[in-house]
């Protein structure tokens, strides 16, 4: 581009010191190649392909530089060789719409469709009525590397069938075109021939069609005239997603063990020797909101004197229940009973901080749908979305949210399962 800068530079100092001067026809074509690489090198881009709009456009801005070039080369010579008037005002316009259309590739806003009209338009006025052959409009979808599918697509224009012989020609190779009326082609590319175009760097395809026809009114001279277009290309592999999140998640905090004793007693026998027996319940809550760790609970120490016992019965986050007994000695005025229980537990909390994370990258592909799995909700909490961030094969960085919709990829998110859902709007 920037060379294309220093020639149009030098070619409007020229016109600036000379007003009626023409551009140089051999320095006009140079420039001409160079706006071929400019449009070729702005159509390799995500923004760009993901539009088909976009490779029609480009496709009219370089037939119709192919177009000027051809008439350029059947002039050159017969006016010192100058640009014609009517040649270097369709020069002056494409340059034009030649950097409008390089904005595209720069995240400008441009109406796309509207280079395209204006590009038509002034084909038109260059031309005038003659009659050949003329392309005004393209139909050309992307197309997935890879896919393994035939190339369809459809050429507007005028007086195709003026011409006695016509074919495509792409990758070197000529192709028969079956469906030709006065103003529409429909090209079917075989898959075969698309096949031959496996490699993932790809980004479009040249091709060309020609036109041979017979050109005046006496001797028909016979003549061949090449439309030069491309074919937009992506690979498989669109690139790689990583989803960010936050999600509140438990963080447990445990404290000291503490000690718990219970000790019970019971008064000795009457003169007959009857036992007495004493009980009392055991009922520990937890303090300050926190709950019981029952794996924690241990028994540290158990004491009796004559006869007695223990019952642990629950032991869950919410209370410890149980209960202890003792008995008095088993003869007449029997000294009395008693027992001592000792355990030990520790109490816990849990917070739920919110916590960021992201998930595992996955694959981006031209034509299928691809599943971001998110973490199930934990104790009711579900992941929050932040961002999902796509790395594209041409090294650019997309951050795409639901809210934020992006204007190559499609993302939605399934309201029970909360997985993302994130597709290449090709």
Not at 116 to 137: Q, Y
């Amino acid at each position: 581009m920037n060379k294309l800068k220093v020639i149009l530079f030098s070619l409007f100092l020229s016109l600036t010191m000379n007003i009626n001067a023409q551009i140089d026809a051999a320095t006009a074509l140079i420039a001409m190649e160079e706006l071929d690489v400019t449009v070729e090198n702005a159509m390799n881009s995500l923004g760009l392909i993901a539009e088909n709009a976009v490779g029609d456009s480009g496709n009219v801005i370089l037939s119709a530089l192919s177009r000027l070039r051809e008439d350029i080369k059947s002039t050159i010579g017969e006016t010192d060789r100058l640009l014609r008037g009517n040649q270097q005002l369709l020069f002056d316009n494409l340059t034009t719409e030649v950097d409008n259309f390089s904005e595209i590739a720069e995240n400008s806003i441009v109406d796309v469709d509207a280079i395209a009209t204006r590009v038509t338009s002034a084909v038109n006025d260059f031309f005038g009525k003659k009659r050949e052959p003329r392309i005004l409009t393209y139909k050309t979808p992307t197309y997935t590397v890879g896919s393994n599918n035939s190339y369809v697509f459809n050429v507007i224009g005028e007086d195709f069938d003026r011409s006695y012989e016509y074919y495509l020609e792409v990758n070197g190779e000529k192709k028969k075109i079956d469906q030709v009326s006065q103003n529409k082609m429909k090209i079917i590319i075989p898959v075969e021939t698309m096949n031959k175009i496996s490699h993932d760097s790809i980004r479009f395809i040249k091709a060309k069609f020609v036109f041979k026809y017979k050109k005046g009114w006496v001797f028909k001279k016979k003549t061949e005239k090449p439309f030069e277009f491309v074919i937009p290309c992506v690979p498989e592999k669109i690139g790689t997603a990583v989803a960010y999140y936050e999600q509140k998640t438990p963080k447990i905090e445990y404290f000291p063990f503490k000690n718990y004793t219970a000790h019970k007693t019971s008064g000795g026998s009457n003169w007959r020797g009857k036992k007495k027996t004493g009980k009392a319940g055991i009922n520990i809550l937890p303090t300050q909101g926190r709950y019981i760790d029952p794996t924690s609970v241990k028994v540290t120490s158990w004491k009796k004197r004559y006869g007695g016992g223990y019952t642990i019965n629950t032991i869950t986050e919410q209370y410890i229940r149980g209960s202890i007994y003792c008995k008095g000695q088993n003869k007449p005025y029997g000294g009395g009973g008693s027992s001592t229980l000792k355990l030990t537990y520790r109490e816990f909390k849990t917070e739920y901080p919110l916590t960021k994370s992201q998930t595992e990258s996955v694959r981006l592909d031209a034509d299928n749908l691809s599943v971001i799995e998110l973490p199930d909700p934990i104790d009711g909490n579900r992941p929050n979305l932040n961002y999902v961030k796509v790395l594209t094969f041409d090294g650019r960085e997309h951050i795409i949210t639901t809210s934020n919709p992006s204007p190559y990829f499609k993302l939605s998110q399934n309201a029970l399962t909360d997985d993302l859902e994130l597709k290449f709007k090709l």
